[in-house]
Each structure stands twice: as structure tokens, then as C-alpha cells.
């Protein structure tokens, strides 16, 4: 049972643009999101998290958008750069859990 | 800061041999710790976490089992290797005063 969707298998976007990667979740005890980078051949690497009480969460060009009541978040990523291309996953727990529960990832093209 | 270390990087066994993948961690004490696999074109999945030594939660039934000898190892193992076994396999650590988990550099699995 997944938990944890990432609808977009896929996503293209030009350098410079917005990336903007979503996620839906369907356990309402989920209290704790976070994104994670991956490149071919490595493990995932921590992007940015966020906690059920904020709906915002800013770092850098990563900004992590929480709706509770949709139970959705997104990601974006402004300005997008080549770098940035990459597996990304999301990622849900609840604070007293020690597991996530990950989304199946969204690869992303960043376009020169 | 933590860090997790992962070997082998790469392997290739054939069916019905046996498996070790072994993951040590510096810098922390007492992690939880954990195996996830990711499998061709698909997401991050759970196998095996460890609060503690001699203490493995199992996710998913398989011929896979894990081991924690020390606080600060975790050993993946199998008695006999199956193709599906195939797959990029990651060791990861929680620490105890939050949800976040980080990952080691991964090992490959190739079963022929």
C-alpha cells in the first residue's frame, strides 16, 4: 500500500525556469516531509524537510510547500540548474515512527 | 557529523549463492539503522530497521534477513540469492533526536 505518491515519473524543465515536483500522501499521522536528491549509482542525499506545523519551509532555491488538508507538499526549485538534474524522492514519517515511507521519485531534466 | 560507510560497492553473484553487504557508522551512537533497496525504475522499499543491537524489524517478507552485531554495524544477508534479489541496496541511519535518515553510497547487486 503506497502511502507516499509521486504521480510525475517525470519532469523537463528549461534552465533558469521553476521546477515544481509534487506529492500526495494518504496517512493522516504523517506529521514529517522531506525531500531527497539522488543521483545514478549514489544514495539519496537530505534536500529539505519540513514539520506538520508550518506550511512553508525555505532553503536556498529549494522552498517545500505543506497542505495539510490536501494532504499534499511540492518542491520547488528556482532558478533550476543542470545540476539539478536528478532522481527526487519524497518522503513521510510520523515524529514517534522511526521509518519513512518514500514516493516511487520524480526524475527531473534540467534543459540548457 | 555522521558518516556511513558501504561494501562492497558493486557486485555480482550468481542464483543460490549466498550475500553479505556490510555498513558501518562513525560520529554517532546508538542509531537506528536501516536497509532499503531500490529495484530498477522503482522507489526506495524498506527491508530491515534496527534500534538496537541484536534488535531487527523485517518490512518485507523475503529471503533476505539482517543482523547487528555492534551498535555501529548492520549486515545484510542471504543464504541463497534469488534474480529478483537484484537491485541497489542502501544502508541508512536515523539518529534518535529526529526523523531524518541518511543514506551510504549504495551497494550493487547483480544476480546472474
Known amino acids: 500500500d503506497q502511502q507516499v505518491k509521486q504521480n510525475s515519473p517525470s519532469l523537463s524543465v528549461q534552465e533558469g525556469r521553476i521546477s515544481i515536483l509534487n506529492c500526495d500522501y494518504t496517512n493522516s499521522m504523517f506529521d514529517y516531509f522531506l525531500w531527497y536528491k539522488k543521483y545514478p549509482a549514489e544514495g539519496p542525499t537530505f534536500l529539505i524537510s519540513i514539520s506538520s506545523i508550518k506550511d512553508k519551509n525555505e532553503d536556498g532555491r529549494f522552498t517545500v510547500f505543506l497542505n495539510k488538508s490536501a494532504k499534499h507538499l511540492s518542491l520547488h526549485i528556482v532558478p533550476s540548474q543542470p545540476g539539478d538534474s536528478a532522481v527526487y524522492f519524497c518522503?513521510?514519517?510520523?515524529?514517534?515512527?522511526?521509518?519513512?515511507?518514500f514516493g516511487a521519485g520524480t526524475t527531473v531534466t534540467v534543459r540548457a | 557529523s555522521q558518516t556511513i560507510h558501504q561494501w562492497p560497492a558493486t557486485l555480482v553473484q550468481p542464483v543460490g549463492s549466498p550475500l553479505s553487504l556490510e555498513c558501518t557508522v562513525e560520529g554517532t551512537s546508538n542509531p537506528n539503522l536501516y536497509w532499503y533497496r531500490q529495484a530498477a525504475g522503482r522507489g526506495l522499499q524498506l527491508l530491515f530497521y534496527s534500534v538496537g543491537i541484536g534488535q531487527i524489524s523485517s518490512e518485507v517478507p523475503q529471503n533476505l534477513s539482517a543482523s547487528r552485531p555492534q551498535d555501529r554495524q548492520f549486515i545484510l544477508s542471504s543464504k541463497k540469492l534469488l534474480l529478483s534479489d537484484s537491485g541497489f541496496y542502501l544502508c541508512?541511519?536515523?539518529?534518535?533526536?529526529?526523523?531524518?535518515?541518511?543514506f551510504g553510497e549504495g551497494s550493487w547487486l547483480t544476480v546472474v
Open positions: 541508512a541511519l536515523g539518529l534518535s533526536s529526529g526523523n531524518t535518515i541518511y
Open positions: 518522503a513521510a514519517s510520523s515524529l514517534n515512527d522511526y521509518k519513512l515511507s
